[in-house]
Structures are given as structure tokens and as C-alpha cells.
């Protein structure tokens, strides 16, 4: 029970963002498709996907790794905020997410009607 | 000492950072916009020489499939074939193998004049609080980390190569001596390390060890002041803060001597904000190795970086800053581990 809430909050998390990168990541192509050439539309759509989701899976671990420590200092500095490792974790897990769609999005539909 | 299960936990999280860091770099490389192939056919090639060249590199391929190409290479360490700079080398084997030991060398002696300097100085200046000597060293901290390389480094080279002529401005040794493997250890032949301080040991030849070392001082000394100011304004206050603590005034109320004191109890606790600087300061050096490799005309990984960004050789690009990336993660691993070692708290 308690693996199955586990994983049901991640992919909560997770896959809301995909989704949305997905719907982004369609809708790009569509609008770009209009004005340039495919093989340039996927290639920067991609690349852009490739880089948010790059920045979310860095800002992730970072946040695993760092994220109890800064928690830690900020106590300790007596400058508590709102930021915590936890929610830190859970934004960056979203912002790899949309990038994911994005990135998805893309191959799918360039595996679907071609590059 | 570290739990086996903190190190494989700090193992494992090395494996995004660095998927993220490969997807981040090969991102921009394809927003940038540049053709490579074009860069590679040179300026008078014709539209069918570029096409066939982006054929053979797979550039006409879908880029889904060209990232998960690339992944796949990274991880096996494999960066593909230079462009521009050696082409068709293999970027690691032919370009930087070569010339990673010349930055990590630099990096290394860098930082260890500004921990060898800083955190004695730091100490001296705590101990002696509001004195002349801690006056001076912030004074000196402060101008440490307001001085870029581009100026300290061309400074101290008129200084010590110029007017005094005690230490040469440029290279890595002297030209007489010829530094080449391998060497002979119990009879077995061993390739070296491409460190030339620890090579010319290796090999036994201790006029080429001095010459090294003379030609590493002034390029190190440049890297590491900034590193020296900032870790001796770091264990100052550091210090400060420790010397303040109740276990301290015990340990003085039990009647040991000051320096043991400091030594013994203050020292271990202080180092831990001290040790995060040194990690961080790390990479940046990694950063600065550039500038300072530029200045003293060393051939290393930031020179090979600058050429491949100029010439638009994109495999090499992308390998260096996978490289750097590496070692940074690395170096902040070990600081993690060496943190866990000064206190166990932290493992939990």
C-alpha cells in the first residue's frame, strides 16, 4: 500500500508535467510547421526540450544532494524560507517532466509523419 | 569513516548529473544553429560535399536519434572524431588524454598553494583577532579575491620573469629536457602520468623535476590566489565561530594550552565550511584554467576548449565540458565523503 501511494505521487507529479510538455511539444510543431521547414521545427523544438529537461534532471539531483544542507544553513543562519528540499525536489521533478514531454512530443510525432 | 551505503548512494546520483550535464550541452550545441558539417567541408566546399559529409556523420539523421547516439557514446566514453583541430582523431585518445593531466596538474598545484596559505593564514588571523596580522591578512584576502587572473597573471610574470628573472613565463619545462615513457617499475614497464612534476620523478631525472616545478610556480600561484583569500577569509570566521563554542572553553577550563586547543578541537570543526570552499573552489579553478593556460602559453584542456569553441568543433566542445562536468561531480564527491569523515552527523 504505502509503494503503491509512492509511486502514485511521483507519477502525479511527473506526469502532469509530461503531459503538458507533450501538449506544448505538438502544438510547437504545428505552429512552427506552418513557417519553416520540419527537419528545422523538430530539430529546435527538441534541442529545447532536451535543454529543459536537462536543467530539470540537474536541478533534481541537486537538489537531493544539496537540499537537506541548504535546508540545514538556512536554519542555522536563522533565515528560514519556504524552500525545502522536498518541494524543491517535486518542482525540478515537474520542469524534467515538461521538458520530457517536449522531447517525447517530438519523436512521436516525427516517428508518426517522419522527421 | 563514510558508510558504504552514503558513497553508493553519492555513486548513483552522479548518474543524472551527468545524463543532465551531456543533455544540456548537446542542447545547446543544436540551438546554436551552426552546421557542422559545413564547418568541417571548410568555406570553398560545394552544397553535395556538405550533404555527403552530414550523410557520413549521421547529421541527416532524425535528432532523437542522434541523442540517443550521443548518450550512448558518452557513456562509453566515446566522443567521436574532431572536426576541425585533428580530423578524424578520436577526440580522447588523440586530443584530450593528453591534455587533461596538463589542466588537472594546474588545478591540483593551484589549490594546493591557496590551502597551504589560506587556512594557516585564516587560523593565525582568528587566533589573533583584531591585531595588525589580521589587519594585513584581510587586507591581503580581500585584494586576493578582488584581482582577476588576466591582470595577476601577465603581472607577476613581469615581475618574476622580467625584472628579476628567478622563474620562466611560459611552458611546462625547460625545452632541453625530454620527458617520454615509460617507466620501469619491479621490470614492469608502466606508461606515465602526463603530470610533469610526478613524471620527471618517476623517471628519475630531478633536474627536469626542478625545472617543472619552477615553470608550475608562477601559473599555480596565479590560480591559487584567489583560492588562498577566499579559504583564509573563510577559516577565519570559521574559526571564530568555533572558538566561541562550549567544548572549547572546556577543553582551555581543563587547562590545555591554546594551541593544542585550536589545534585539536578547533581546527577538525572549522574545517567543514572551509572544505566545501576548497570543493567548489575546485571547479572553479577548472574554470580559470583557461585564462591561466592562455597567459603562461600552457597547452591544456581550457586552451583545446577555447581553439574547439573557435574553430566550431563541436565533438570536442561537447567532450571538454562533459570532461570538466566529470571532474567537478567528482571532486564534490569526495568533499562529501571527506565532510561524513569530519562529522558523522552529516551522513545521516
Given amino acids: 500500500m ?8 511521483r507519477v502525479r507529479i511527473v506526469g502532469g508535467s509530461l503531459l503538458a510538455g507533450v501538449a506544448i511539444g505538438a502544438l510547437g510543431l504545428l505552429v512552427g510547421g506552418v513557417r519553416y521547414d520540419s527537419q528545422t ?26 537540499g537537506r544542507s541548504i535546508e540545514t544553513v538556512h536554519r542555522h543562519l536563522d533565515r528560514e524560507s519556504d524552500w525545502t528540499e522536498a518541494s524543491s525536489r517535486r518542482a525540478m521533478a515537474r520542469v524534467a517532466g515538461f521538458g520530457g514531454g517536449i522531447m517525447g512530443a517530438v519523436t512521436v510525432v516525427g516517428l508518426l509523419f517522419g522527421p | 569513516m563514510a558508510s558504504k551505503w552514503f558513497v553508493i548512494k553519492r555513486l548513483l546520483l552522479l548518474i543524472p548529473v551527468l545524463i543532465g550535464i551531456s543533455t544540456v550541452v548537446f542542447a545547446i550545441l543544436h540551438l546554436g544553429g551552426n552546421d557542422p558539417a559545413a564547418v568541417m567541408a571548410g568555406q570553398g566546399a ?16 532524425p535528432i ?11 557513456s562509453q ?14 577526440v580522447w585518445g588523440s586530443i584530450l588524454a593528453d591534455k587533461l593531466p596538463v589542466t588537472i596538474e594546474l588545478a591540483i598545484y593551484g589549490q594546493l598553494f591557496g590551502v597551504m596559505l589560506g587556512v594557516p593564514l585564516g587560523v ?18 580581500l585584494a586576493g579575491i578582488s584581482v582577476p587572473i588576466f591582470w595577476s597573471g601577465p603581472l607577476l610574470i613581469i615581475l618574476f620573469a622580467n625584472i628579476l628573472g628567478v622563474l620562466p613565463a611560459s611552458s611546462r619545462i625547460d625545452t632541453q629536457y625530454f620527458i617520454e615513457g615509460p617507466w620501469a617499475f619491479f621490470g614492469h614497464e608502466l606508461p606515465l ?3 610533469m612534476t610526478i613524471d620527471t620523478l618517476l623517471l628519475g631525472n630531478i633536474d627536469a623535476f626542478v625545472s617543472a616545478v619552477e615553470h608550475l610556480l608562477l601559473p599555480a600561484a596565479v590560480m591559487g590566489i584567489y583560492s588562498m583569500a577566499l579559504i583564509s577569509r573563510m577559516m ?24 593544542i586547543t585550536m589545534l585539536k578541537h578547533g581546527l577538525k570543526n572549522a574545517f567543514i565550511p572551509v572544505i566545501t570552499v576548497i570543493g567548489i573552489q575546485f571547479g572553479t579553478m577548472l574554470g580559470g584554467a583557461v585564462l591561466t593556460e592562455t597567459v603562461f602559453g600552457i597547452s591544456g584542456l581550457g586552451v583545446i576548449l577555447v581553439n574547439a569553441i573557435q574553430a566550431g568543433d563541436y565533438p570536442v566542445v561537447q567532450a571538454a565540458v562533459l570532461v570538466f562536468a566529470m571532474l567537478f561531480t567528482l571532486v564534490n564527491l569526495t568533499v562529501d565523503i571527506t565532510y561524513s569523515y569530519l562529522d558523522p552527523r552529516i551522513q545521516q
Fill in chain 2, 236 to 259: 577565519r570566521s570559521s574559526m571564530l565561530e568555533v572558538v566561541r563554542q562550549d567544548y572549547i572553553r572546556t577543553a582551555r577550563a581543563k587547562g590545555q594550552g591554546q594551541k
Fill in chain 2, 124 to 141: 593565525l588571523s582568528a587566533i589573533k583577532q583584531n591585531s595588525l596580522t589580521d589587519h594585513i591578512t584581510r587586507i591581503g584576502a
Fill in chain 1, 2 to 9: 504505502a509503494a503503491t501511494n509512492w509511486l502514485e505521487t
Fill in chain 2, 46 to 61: 560545394s552544397q553535395e560535399q556538405i550533404e555527403t559529409i552530414r550523410s557520413e556523420l549521421g547529421f541527416d539523421d
Fill in chain 1, 41 to 66: 521545427v523538430t530539430t529546435q523544438l527538441f534541442a529545447v526540450g532536451a535543454l529543459v529537461f536537462g536543467f530539470g534532471l540537474l536541478g533534481w539531483s541537486g537538489s537531493v544532494l544539496l
Fill in chain 2, 77 to 90: 566514453f566515446d566522443f567521436g572524431e574532431s572536426y576541425v583541430l585533428k580530423p578524424g582523431q578520436p
Fill in chain 2, 64 to 74: 532523437w536519434v542522434q541523442y540517443t547516439r550521443f548518450l550512448s557514446d558518452v
Fill in chain 2, 193 to 195: 602520468t602526463g603530470l
